[in-house]
């Protein structure tokens, strides 16, 4: 009269306790384990770009709970991206989530530059100029910065 379960019970409540978030296996969750193991795994062959450079995961986000909490679910074809400092740490205040897009163009070797207060990547000047970017990079190996932001495009 003792029993309530067969034995499958423990098992039942096993599971519940370990399963927090329910969402392992999911994008969001492999996003996050490739996150701390750029940061931590010395023998993964991309370390030296990430931990390799001093770049952390800060102690919060240990936890996927936390980080579940402060940057939610990750959109469709979006990734971690550290910004607005791309050679700061993985945290709250640095991180958001990124298209494609974005994350090129907030690498460490894309060219950046400043004019009036604004800094942008190389190709997003040339947009904003309605130039193309080899155009821009020719004018700014021959001009000041100044001259090749402003000067309108010429017709051919």
């Not at 993964?44 to 919060?60: A, D, H, T």
């Not at 607005?84 to 993985?90: E, L, Q, R, S």
Request: with cysteine.
């Amino acid at each position: 009269g003792n029993t309530s379960s067969c034995g499958c019970l423990v098992n039942e409540k096993l599971s519940e306790r370990s399963r927090t978030h329910g969402l392992t296996g999911t994008r969001t969750y492999r996003i996050w384990q490739a996150m701390l193991n750029r940061c931590r795994n010395k023998r993964i062959p991309g370390f030296k770009n990430w931990g390799g450079r001093g770049i952390l995961v800060c102690k919060e986000w240990h936890s996927f709970d936390a980080f579940i909490r402060d940057m939610g679910e990750s959109p469709e074809g979006a990734s971690i991206d550290r910004y607005p400092n791309k050679d700061g740490n993985y945290e709250k205040s640095n991180c958001r989530w990124a298209t494609r897009t974005e994350q090129m163009r907030n690498t460490r070797t894309n060219r950046t530059i400043t004019f009036k207060g604004v800094t942008k990547c190389l190709i997003e000047w040339a947009e904003s100029l309605h130039i193309d970017q080899a155009s821009l990079r020719q004018r700014l190996s021959k001009w000041s910065i100044e001259a090749a932001l402003t000067t309108p495009k010429t017709r051919n």
